[in-house]
């Protein structure tokens, strides 16, 4: 098996063929040798024993491809929002990102970054904020999503949506997410709407045995 580390930011992270990124000597050691079974025990029992909220779930899932389907707001509604342009002057409405920034210090950035191709070897969920991400550039990109409240999002419960330029998705809280995606140009910026501390509290990891891909 192979194994990398996520992505503080979107909760990507992806494989390569033999190596475990960002990893010492001892910790490949550690994980020579076991089972997928044994390694999510092992992460389970470390994380309870350090503390650390970030779940280290493993989930054997093989050469599994999900092909990505058009967003529309009413596929994506089991997991958020699609957000469109509105006049300058509509009043708040359902249709309104409906958001969820009570529990923290909002924190609105503009990440960049790399393109690492349509693929994950992760997936991530944040139990305390509804998160909104939309692309700047004109070029689409892709999200894999999950709904909230399962303990270890299995294949069957993974889809894949394109999103196109001008649009941006608000993801509920607990959805579990990997993006964005996207394997052109290299590299893209993203705005980001969550909480300040997001990526060091409220980032919880599903990992899988080998990487998902993503068919367009």
Same mark, same amino acid.
């Given at each position: 098996? *192979?194994?990398?580390?996520?992505?503080?930011?979107?909760?990507?992270?992806?494989?390569?063929?033999?190596?475990?990124?960002?990893?010492?000597?001892?910790?490949? #050691? !550690?994980?020579?040798? !076991?089972?997928?079974?044994?390694?999510?025990?092992?992460? !389970?029992? =470390?994380?309870?024993?350090?503390?650390?909220?970030?779940?280290? $779930?493993?989930?054997?899932?093989?050469?599994?491809?999900?092909?990505?389907?058009?967003?529309?707001?009413? *596929?994506?509604?089991?997991?958020?929002?699609?957000?469109?342009?509105?006049?300058?002057?509509?009043?708040?409405? #359902?249709?309104?990102?409906?958001?969820?920034?009570?529990?923290?210090?909002?924190?609105?950035?503009?990440?960049?970054?790399? *393109?690492?191709?349509?693929?994950?070897?992760?997936?991530?969920?944040?139990?305390?904020?509804?998160?909104?991400?939309?692309?700047?550039?004109?070029?689409?990109?892709?999200?894999?999503?999950?709904?909230?409240?399962?303990?270890?999002?299995? =294949?069957?419960?993974?889809? *894949?949506?394109?999103?196109?330029?001008?649009?941006?998705?608000?993801? =509920?809280?607990?959805?579990?997410?990997?993006?964005?995606?996207?394997?052109?140009?290299?590299?893209?910026?993203?705005?980001?709407?969550?909480?300040?501390?997001?990526?060091?509290?409220?980032?919880? $990891?599903?990992?899988? =045995?080998?990487?998902?891909?993503?068919?367009?």
């Amino acid at each position: 098996m *192979a194994f990398l580390s996520a992505s503080s930011h979107s909760g990507v992270s992806y494989f390569s063929s033999s190596t475990r990124v960002n990893s010492s000597k001892n910790e490949k #050691q !550690r994980f020579q040798g !076991r089972t997928v079974r044994d390694l999510h025990i092992c992460a !389970r029992s =470390e994380e309870s024993q350090s503390g650390n909220n970030l779940d280290k $779930n493993f989930v054997s899932v093989k050469g599994l491809k999900i092909f990505a389907k058009k967003l529309s707001s009413s *596929a994506f509604t089991p997991y958020g929002q699609v957000v469109e342009w509105i006049d300058d002057m509509e009043v708040y409405g #359902q249709d309104s990102a409906q958001l969820d920034l009570s529990q923290g210090t909002p924190r609105f950035y503009i990440m960049r970054l790399p *393109a690492r191709g349509l693929q994950f070897g992760n997936i991530t969920h944040h139990k305390r904020v509804s998160q909104c991400l939309g692309g700047l550039s004109d070029k689409p990109w892709y999200m894999a999503v999950a709904r909230s409240g399962l303990e270890e999002p299995q =294949e069957e419960d993974i889809e *894949a949506f394109e999103v196109p330029p001008g649009t941006f998705i608000k993801l =509920e809280a607990g959805t579990w997410h990997a993006g964005p995606l996207f394997d052109e140009p290299q590299t893209q910026d993203f705005y980001n709407l969550e909480l300040s501390d997001t990526n060091q509290n409220d980032h919880y $990891n599903t990992w899988y =045995e080998a990487p998902i891909q993503v068919r367009l």
